[in-house]
C-alpha cells in the first residue's frame, strides 16, 4: 500500500473514505473532527448525541457526506475512554478503520494522523497510525487460488499543517519498515512446512537482504561437521532436510564496537521426533521457526534504517524429525562448547540447536546476545498466548527489552533464572539432561541456554504463546503474529539514543 503525506485540511481532502476518531466519554469534539462534524452541519455530533454511536473501543460508522464537504465518506472510529488511551489502541483503532474500508472495496482512504490534547509526540501518532494500517490489513493468501474476491486497500493519505509533514514523513518511513519486517515473520512463519525447510529459509534469508549491506554466509553440514556442531546436527539427523547455520552481520557502527548478537531458533517443523508430539495441533509446528525469522527480518530493517551499530543475526535451521538416523533418548551429543549434553526428550530440540548457535556467537566478542525462541510449552501455560517471557542475566538488558516492548505493545514478561533449579538438569553420565521436570519448564530451558551464553550480557525471549495466536486481536490477524519483530527493532534504536547520550 502507498502512503502519501500531504498539506491538507480534512474538508476539502478529495477522498473516499475520511477516517475520523473520537473518545467515548468526550462530547465536545477537537481538531479534525470538529472540522468534518462543522462541514457536515453537526451530523457527526447528533450521532453521538443520540447515543447511536458510543465511541467505543473499536467501534465503526460509516456516514455518507452528501456531497457537503469533499470526502464522500467518514469512517468514525471509537477510541474508547480518553484516559485509557495508549498508542496501541491507537494501532487498533486505525486497524478497525482500515478494515471496515476495506470492506466497503475502497480503494483509497484519507487520515489526519494527529489527535488533540494527548500526550504522545507526533512521530508517536503517526508510526503507530500507519502500523495499525498495515498490520491490521494483513492476510496470508499465496495458497488460495479460489478467492474471487480478496479487496485491496490501494493508498492512505496522511493529511497535516506544514509544520509537522516532516516528522509525519519520517515515520511513516520508520513504521513501513518495521511492518514490513513484520510482515516477513508472519509469511515465513505461516508458509507450510514442506516449503519452508532450512533451505528454503536461508534462500528467502538471502533474498531478503539481498542488496540491504546486510552480509550473509551460510555453514552448511560439512562444515559443521568440522566445527563440531554437534547439537545442531543432532536435532538434524532424523529429516532429510540439511541443517543450515544463516550468519548475517551488518556493520553500521564503528570498526571497533562490539556487535549485539541475535539469536533466533529456526526449526522449520518440530514433530518432536522419536519423543513424538500429539497429532492435535502439530501442525502448528510450523512456526518453530518464528524466532529464526524475526532475527532475518530485523537485521534487513537495521540495514535499512542504516541503524550505527554492529549486529550479527545467527539461526540456526533444521527440522525435528524422527526418521531412521534420528536422535534417540539416551543418547549423548557432544556440543560446540565441549560440553555433553544427555537426551532425555528430542522434543527438546530448540535448546540444543540454540546451545551451538550461542556458543558461535561467542566468536563475534559480543556486547550483548538476545535469543528469541518459541521454546517451550511452559511458558505458553504461564503466561497465556499473548504474553512472551523473558529472562537474562543482565537487568540493563532486561529494562531495554522491557521498555521497547512497552513501546511497540508486545508484551513482555519477566520469569526468573532461578538459579537453584539448575541441579535438575543434572545427568547421570553427561555434563548436563536436555530437560529438567515438567514443572517450571521455560526456566530450566533458559538455565540450560545460560550454560552456553557467555559471560556478556544475555537475554533469553521465549515467543512460544505469542508466535501464532488463535484468536485475532485488534491489528493482528490470527495466526502468526510477527512477534519480536518490531520489538527488536525499537530495542536497537533505543540503544542508540543511549549511546548518543
Ligand atoms: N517448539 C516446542 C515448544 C512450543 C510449544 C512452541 C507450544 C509453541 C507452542 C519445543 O521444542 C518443545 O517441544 N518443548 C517441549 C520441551 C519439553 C520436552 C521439556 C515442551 O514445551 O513440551
Ligand atoms: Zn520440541
Ligand atoms: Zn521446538
Not at 72 to 98: H, N, P, Q
Not at 472 to 492: E, N, Q
Request: hydrophobic share 45%.
Amino acid at each position: 500500500m502507498k502512503i502519501l503525506v500531504r498539506k491538507q485540511n480534512a474538508r476539502t481532502s478529495e477522498t473516499e473514505a475520511f477516517i475520523a476518531f473520537c473518545f467515548e466519554n468526550t462530547d465536545a469534539f477537537t481538531g479534525t473532527v470538529k472540522e468534518l462534524d462543522e462541514g457536515c452541519n453537526g451530523v457527526l455530533s447528533r450521532i453521538k448525541g443520540a447515543g447511536d454511536f458510543k465511541a467505543r473501543m473499536n467501534e465503526t460508522i460509516v456516514l455518507y457526506t452528501k456531497d457537503s464537504i469533499a470526502p464522500k465518506r467518514i469512517v468514525l472510529v471509537g477510541l474508547g475512554k480518553k484516559e485509557e488511551f495508549t498508542l496501541d489502541r491507537y494501532r487498533g483503532a486505525f486497524s478497525a478503520g482500515a478494515r471496515k474500508i476495506r470492506d466497503l472495496a475502497i480503494k483509497e482512504f484519507t487520515a489526519s494522523p494527529i489527535l488533540e490534547d494527548i500526550d504522545f509526540s507526533v512521530s508517536e501518532m503517526s508510526e503507530a497510525a500507519v502500523e495499525g494500517v498495515i498490520l491490521g490489513l494483513y492476510r496470508f493468501t499465496p495458497y488460495k487460488t479460489k478467492n474471487d474476491r480478496i479487496e485491496s486497500l490501494e493508498r492512505l493519505t496522511l493529511i497535516a499543517d506544514n509544520k509537522n509533514i516532516p516528522s509525519i514523513k519520517n515515520a511513516v518511513h520508520q513504521a513501513e519498515i518495521a511492518c514490513e519486517a513484520t510482515c516477513f515473520v508472519r509469511d515465513l512463519v505461516s508458509t507450510p512446512a514442506n516449503e519452508m525447510t532450512p533451505s528454503t529459509l536461508a534462500a528467502r534469508a538471502l533474498k531478503h537482504c539481498a542488496s540491504t549491506g546486510v552480509k550473509i554466509k551460510i555453514i552448511e553440514k560439512a562444515a559443521m561437521k568440522k566445527m563440531g556442531m554437534n547439537a545442531l546436527l543432532g536435532v538434524a539427523r532424523g529429516s532429510c532436510e540439511p541443517p543450515k547455520l544463516i550468519v548475517m552481520t551488518y556493520n553500521g557502527g564503528a570498526k571497533t564496537a562490539n556487535p549485539i548478537v541475535l539469536v533466533g531458533k529456526g526449526i522449520t517443523f518440530d514433530s518432536g521426533g522419536i519423543s513424538l508430539k500429539p497429532s492435535e495441533k502439530m501442525d502448528e509446528m510450523k512456526d518453530d521457526m518464528a524466532g529464526g525469522a524475526v532475527v532475518i527480518a530485523v537485521l534487513c530493517a537495521a540495514a535499512k534504517l542504516k541503524l550505527p551499530l554492529n549486529i550479527i543475526g545467527l539461526v540456526p535451521a533444521a527440522e525435528n524429525l524422527p526418521g531412521g538416523c534420528a536422535l534417540k533418548p539416551g543418547d549423548v551429543l557432544r556440543s560446540l562448547s565441549g560440553q555433553t549434553i544427555e537426551i532425555k526428550n528430542t522434543d527438546a530440540e530448540g535448546r540444543l540447536i540454540l546451545a551451538d548457535a550461542l556458543e558461535y556467537a561467542q566468536r563475534f566478542t559480543p556486547a550483548a546476545v538476545i535469543d528469541i525462541a518459541t521454546l517451550t510449552g511452559a511458558c505458553v501455560v504461564a503466561l497465556g498466548e499473548y504474553l512472551a517471557g523473558m529472562l537474562g542475566t543482565d537487568d540493563q538488558l532486561k529494562n531495554e527489552l522491557r521498555h521497547a516492548a512497552s513501546l511497540t505493545g508486545e508484551a513482555l514478561w519477566e520469569l526468573p533464572l532461578w538459579q537453584e533449579y539448575e541441579d535438575l538438569l543434572k545427568s547421570d553420565i553427561a555434563d548436563m539432561k536436555n530437560v529438567g521436570t515438567r514443572m517450571g519448564g521455560t526456566i530450566t530451558a533458559a538455565l540450560f541456554l545460560k550454560k552456553f551464553a557467555g559471560a556478556a550480557p544475555w537475554a533469553h525471549l521465549d515467543i512460544a504463546g505469542p508466535a501464532f495466536i488463535s484468536q485475532d486481536k485488534p491489528y493482528i490477524p490470527k495466526g502468526a503474529s510477527g512477534i519480536g519483530a518490531r520489538l527488536l527493532i525499537r530495542f536497537l534504536k533505543n540503544r542508540i539514543e543511549r549511546q548518543n547520550e
